[in-house]
């Protein structure tokens, strides 16, 4: 990652127990890695079982990549773990203006 200007954090929300798969698929397109928080969604229709409200539990992928690898991770993501699919992942960028403690080669935050 030469410049800050060009790192880009991705967030892939999977339904639980599918990190594994998108691990791989982030790997395999070059991110070094991730964090993965547990999460649970909540959409406009609440399922309910005996009086008690399902939670959905899902899983929220985490990694900082250049823009190149976040596009190639949106397209893998989109094609083999979206929406329609077991995994039922969606996934977006947000820009990273500094950065420390990733990576020698990243510029890293001055004051």
């Known amino acids: 990652m030469e ?7 991705l967030f892939i929300v999977v339904n639980a ?3 594994d798969t998108v691990m791989d698929i982030i790997r395999a397109e070059g991110a070094g890695g991730a964090t993965v928080i547990n999460a649970r969604g909540e959409g406009a229709h609440h399922e ?5 409200t399902v939670d959905y539990e899902k899983e929220i992928i985490l990694t900082v990549v250049d823009e190149a690898t976040a596009k190639r991770i949106m397209t893998v993501i989109k094609d083999n773990a ?4 077991p995994l039922h992942g969606i996934c977006f960028v947000m ?3 500094n950065i420390i403690g990733i990576r020698a080669g990243c510029n890293e935050f001055h004051e």
């Open 17 to 19: 127990g599918y990190t």
């Open 3 to 9: 410049s800050s200007d060009n790192i880009k954090a």
């Open 48 to 52: 309910m079982f005996m009086g008690i």
């Open 95 to 97: 820009p990273v203006n």
């Open 82 to 85: 979206g929406w329609k699919s």
